[in-house]
């Protein structure tokens, strides 16, 4: 895919892999379309995208979206057609995180983040499928996680949703396939990003455990958001089923191909204490 002048939307452009990602497709002349509920954020991302887009004559827009609406997702399409006309990419990346053990979440939590994380995704797939589908060529881009190859304890929300995201993309491929749609599914690994710091924990965890965790989860999230966003804007060019990013997700998905029942006892060895 010749990303020159398509016109993508984006999801979750606010911070982190969202915003490289846009960035990454901003140095490429991609007009953009950019969506996340902080307007903060989301200004920053789209005034940086847009200066790097000054010498393609590139066209950056900013939707303030809770993918969780039903009401706001579904009015998105207008909103950008109007400015930009088209749309010929898609990248669902908008995610939040929630950790602790099943029986301590809540399930207000618990739905709260599959609304997010998988609805979400879906409701922006539904919305945009039929602009995508009027392209010569378009593609959709799934943002799942490692723990959508793998499911570590304390991330029975997050992992069930990451691998509905995996499943939805897969099917979503082969009922497209031979069409001008292609989709493709990304596991980013330890990406350097406040994704953690945001997560929400179940109530009354002691402090000194939060700051444990924070820890271990910062040991982890090394790779820098532009290599990541790289690496996803590559596989996009490229039209790649799946997109593995880092060396870790790599390992990870190799690992559990080999060891599918038995790869945690080995992984849970090899994290950082």
């Avoid at 990454?24 to 887009?53: F, V």
């Avoid at 393609?56 to 400015?83: C, G, K």
């Avoid at 509905?164 to 990003?193: C, I, K, M, Q």
């Amino acid at each position: 895919m010749n990303l020159h002048h398509q016109v993508a939307v984006l999801t979750g452009a606010a911070s982190g892999i969202g915003r490289a990602t846009a960035l990454a497709l901003a140095r490429r002349g991609c007009h953009l379309a950019l969506a996340d509920i902080d307007a903060t954020g989301l200004a920053e991302t789209a005034a940086q995208a847009q200066a790097l887009g000054a010498a393609f004559h590139t066209t950056t827009s900013q939707h303030v979206l809770d993918v969780a609406s039903r009401e706001a997702v579904a009015a998105l399409p207008a909103a950008v057609l109007a400015v930009h006309g088209r749309v010929s990419l898609l990248v669902n990346n908008a995610g939040v995180a929630l950790g602790g053990p099943f029986d301590q979440v809540s399930e207000a939590d618990f739905d709260w983040l599959m609304e997010i994380n998988f609805h979400g995704l879906v409701r922006m797939t539904r919305a945009f499928l039929p602009q995508l589908r009027q392209q010569g060529a378009a593609r959709i881009v799934n943002i799942s996680s490692v723990y959508g190859l793998i499911s570590p304890p304390g991330q029975t929300a997050y992992s069930a949703a990451k691998f509905a995201v995996r499943g939805f993309s897969n099917a979503l491929r082969h009922e497209l396939a031979g069409g001008p749609v292609g989709v493709t599914v990304v596991h980013p690994g330890g990406v350097a990003t406040n994704i953690a710091r945001r997560a929400r924990l179940p109530a009354g965890v002691p402090p000194a455990e939060v700051q444990a965790g924070l820890a271990r989860a910062e040991k982890m999230l090394r790779l820098p958001a532009a290599a990541a966003a790289e690496a996803i804007v590559r596989g996009i060019e490229a039209d790649r089923a799946r997109v593995l990013v880092g060396g870790d997700a790599r390992f990870i998905a190799l690992l559990e191909r080999l060891l599918p029942v038995r790869h945690w006892a080995l992984l849970a060895r090899l994290l950082p204490a």
